[in-house]
């Protein structure tokens, strides 16, 4: 079985970022999950949200060693449903019954995957991702930018996307960027 996952947040599925992502899969041989199909709702002090897709989804989840955010860069951040996602990881820090779930994560690998029209990733939007993985104890592997200033232009981005794929292969996490 292949080892890696993607999931995948945009406003748009065949856009910029959703076009990446493709091409990044098909050369890892791998599947990607759209958030915008699953039904996850914001974090909720209450937990009135515990029987929606995110523990299923989660649970399909930990079965991969390696999982892929993949996002466009909105405002400096992820998009809206990912970092619904994101924060939906707080139940795991709260719910008994979940605890295990978190503690399932630790040592997987995770990557990023993103989009904007920068030349490089934006730097709060790469620390937010880093931070979080660092305090539920998973490693970070690095990550792929492809700037669509001009429009998605893949001839732009064969090397950058070259090396991720090796990267990913041989999950080299001494030069993880
Ligand atoms: C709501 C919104 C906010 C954006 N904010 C940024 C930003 O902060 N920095 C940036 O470089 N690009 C920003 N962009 C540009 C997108 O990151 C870029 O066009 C990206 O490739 C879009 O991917 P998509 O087609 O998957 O939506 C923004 C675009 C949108 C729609």
């Given at each position: ?25 098909n ?20 937990h ?48 008994e ?28 939007f ?52």
């Open positions: 079985m292949n080892e890696t996952i993607a999931i995948f947040a945009s406003a748009r599925r065949n856009g910029n970022t959703g076009k990446f992502i493709d091409w990044i899969a050369e890892l041989n791998i599947n990607v999950i759209d958030l915008s199909e699953k039904n996850i709702s914001p974090y909720d002090y209450e009135r949200n515990v029987g929606d897709d995110f523990i299923p989804l989660m649970n399909q989840l930990l079965s991969y060693k390696k999982i892929i955010f993949v996002t466009p860069v909105y405002w400096y951040a992820a998009s809206a449903q990912m970092k619904i996602f994101i924060d939906r990881t707080s139940d795991f820090l709260d719910v019954e979940l605890k295990d779930i978190g503690r399932r994560l630790r040592n997987k690998t995770a990557y990023i995957v993103c989009t904007s029209i920068s030349s490089e990733a934006d730097r709060s790469l620390n937010s991702f880093k931070d979080t993985f660092e305090y539920l104890g998973i490693n970070y592997g690095g990550h792929v930018h492809a700037n669509c200033e001009n429009g998605y232009s893949p001839n732009e981005y064969k090397k950058d996307v070259s090396k991720f794929v090796q990267s990913v292969k041989c999950l080299d996490l001494s030069t993880a960027v």
